[in-house]
């Protein structure tokens, strides 16, 4: 399983845009990239997954380089509810044995 | 469509006493999982359910924890005795095991706290 590199916290403001950086060097073939979110008191949340190049939802967007060995989580406009943990995870998530390992996350904290 | 669901929410035991967890993931999930998250900490893999059969159980300190699935839904796990180090939230996951796409649901977890 690909091991994840990622900033244990980050300071930003609200109405900024924050990208979160995710090294993943030994990422396979067969990895998806996938971020969570967790917030005090639950579990995680999935915010987004991709493969290659970008993909964007309601929520976030994610950037993959073509060599895949990183991923930039962007949040845009946050708000102080968008304080959690964040988590980048790499695996193979289209597999019965597939597992999801979790590294410590980077805390992001929002301040008005 | 409903989440993944455990109880009890918080728990307080002696240490050497045992505990049980409860979790029903949602309905049609094939693949179930326990993690330990410690405070501060990422969570951590126990336990790996594919239907009602154990997929991974590599980090499960078998010496005083257990689980299982009965009939491929609902899941328990056990720990006897506890001890100190075991205070922890208790988090169940659930994934069809295709979840390309939409990834893994956490239940809210049990917090454990071992005095």
């Known amino acids: 399983l690909a091991k994840t590199t990622q900033p244990i916290s980050m300071d930003s403001y609200e109405g900024q845009e924050v990208n979160i950086t995710c090294s993943h060097n030994?990422?396979?073939?067969?990895?998806?990239i996938t971020w969570y979110q967790q917030f005090p008191s639950q579990g995680p949340r999935f915010i987004i997954q991709?493969?290659?190049t970008k993909v964007t939802n309601e929520v976030a967007s994610l950037f993959i380089p073509a060599d895949r060995k990183s991923s930039t989580l962007s949040l845009p406009r946050v708000s102080l509810s968008d304080t959690a943990v964040y988590y980048c995870?790499?695996?193979?998530?289209?597999?019965?044995?597939?597992?999801?390992?979790f590294g410590s996350g980077t805390r992001l904290s929002i301040r008005p | 469509e409903a989440g993944v669901a455990q109880s009890p929410r918080y728990k307080i035991i002696e240490k050497r006493q045992s505990v049980a967890f409860w979790c029903n993931p949602i309905?049609?999930?094939?693949?179930l999982y326990w993690y330990q998250q410690i405070l501060g900490q990422g969570p951590k893999l126990l336990i790996q359910?594919?239907?009602?059969?154990?997929?991974?159980d590599s980090q499960l300190p078998k010496d005083r924890f257990s689980a299982e699935r009965l009939k491929g839904v609902d899941s328990t796990l056990k720990i006897q005795p506890a001890k100190l180090e075991d205070s922890a939230v208790y988090l169940c996951?659930?994934?069809?095991?295709?979840?390309?796409?939409?990834?893994?649901?956490f239940g809210s977890g049990t917090r454990l706290t071992v005095v």
């Open positions: 996951a659930s994934s069809t095991g295709t979840g390309k796409g939409y990834g893994y649901t």
């Open positions: 030994n990422i396979a073939t067969n990895d998806y």
């Open positions: 991709g493969y290659k």
């Open positions: 995870l790499v695996g193979d998530d289209d597999s019965s044995a597939s597992k999801i390992i």
């Open positions: 309905s049609g999930h094939a693949t």
């Open positions: 359910f594919q239907n009602n059969g154990v997929v991974d």
